[in-house]
């Protein structure tokens, strides 16, 4: 006949064989939810590649400095029709 030591024993066996699965599964849970609630709010952010953002800065760049030309044309007729 088992004693109460004997029993105690056995089901802590019993159960450490249950914990680390269980651990497991809720670690692999948690990882699944926060993966998917990090892929939510980054798909909410609107962001862009890092070409993308890129290509865009090249783009304003190119209409900055036609910009500055329409500009400096402009100055210079006023200067034209200024003198006139």
């Known amino acids: 006949m088992k004693g109460p030591q004997d029993l105690l024993a056995q089901l802590q066996g019993q159960l450490g064989q249950f914990v680390p699965d269980m651990a497991k599964a809720a670690k692999d849970d948690f990882e699944s939810h926060a993966r998917a609630t990090v892929l939510s709010v980054l798909a909410r952010l609107e962001l862009v590649t890092r070409e993308e953002f890129d290509a865009q800065q090249a783009v304003l760049l190119r209409t900055r400095a036609k910009v500055d ?16």
């Open 69 to 84: 030309a329409l500009e400096l044309r402009v100055a210079e007729l006023e200067q034209t029709l200024a003198k006139q």
